[in-house]
T-cell receptor, first 115, second 114 residues
Framework: GDSVTQTEGQVTVSESKSLIINCTYSTTSIAYPNLFWYVRYPGEGLQLLLKVITAGQKGSSRGFEATYNKETTSFHLQKASVQESDSAVYYCALGGNTGYQNFYFGKGTSLTVIP | DMKVTQMPRYLIKRMGENVLLECGQDMSHETMYWYRQDPGLGLQLIYISYDVDSNSEGDIPKGYRVSRKKREHFSLILDSAKTNQTSVYFC?????????????FGPGTRLTVL
């Protein structure tokens, strides 16, 4: 089947340190996966952080980056220097091109940045 | 202003009561979704709506029904709520139903069924 696995649970990082949240995907039905990172800040709904639809490409937004690696089926989220305002829950997601039936969210990773 | 709203934000009901969760969007999106999220699980799709009166079951539709009579409104109904329906419910909308489309989410409704 199809699935997304990401760094589970909670991650705590000190302000100005680097961050990586791992995401790997598995699919048997999606020929050309689209990969997403969504973020949910406290009290708000999920919002798109970045999206990459072509293997080998990198997406970036708000200082975050993620590279779509088809060989390792990975889409890790990285940031060189986190800020307290980055504290949120991050979700990796996988989508196909044929509709909602092929769209999967990871379980979410809760990031806390301590000053 | 691109926005998805959900009402109410918090709700406590007793088992067997009916529940109505409301969702609105101001982007004229054709496609809308209802998800639930439980601790330790990803978002699970309950229903998807492609437009007015054009709804399809998602992965976990049992115990739920939906109504979409206007493009900007999408309701989730629980007839005779059960304790295992305690969860956080998210509504979303997108300009397209494809798996490449960005989804815009509401802030969620935390439902507790006692």
């Amino acid at each position: 089947g199809d699935s997304v696995t990401q760094t589970e649970g909670q991650v705590t990082v000190s302000e100005s340190k680097s961050l990586i949240i791992n995401c790997t995907y598995s699919t048997t039905s999606i020929a050309y996966p689209n990969l997403f990172w969504y973020v949910r800040y406290p009290g708000e709904g999920l919002q798109l952080l970045l999206k990459v639809i072509t293997a080998g490409q990198k997406g970036s937004s708000r200082g975050f980056e993620a590279t779509y690696n088809k060989e390792t089926t990975s889409f890790h989220l990285q940031k060189a220097s986190v800020q307290e305002s980055d504290s949120a829950v991050y979700y990796c997601a996988l989508g196909g091109n044929t509709g909602y039936q092929n769209f999967y969210f990871g379980k979410g990773t809760s990031l806390t940045v301590i000053p | 202003d691109m926005k998805v709203t959900q009402m109410p934000r918090y709700l406590i009901k007793r088992m067997g009561e009916n529940v109505l969760l409301e969702c609105g969007q101001d982007m004229s999106h054709e496609t809308m979704y209802w998800y639930r999220q439980d601790p330790g699980l990803g978002l699970q799709l309950i229903y998807i709506s492609y437009d007015v009166d054009s709804n399809s079951e998602g992965d976990i539709p049992k115990g739920y029904r939906v109504s979409r009579k206007k493009r900007e409104h999408f309701s989730l109904i629980l007839d005779s709520a059960k304790t295992n329906q305690t969860s956080v419910y998210f509504c979303a909308s997108s300009a397209d139903w494809g798996g490449y489309a960005e989804q815009f989410f509401g802030p969620g409704t935390r439902l507790t069924v006692l």
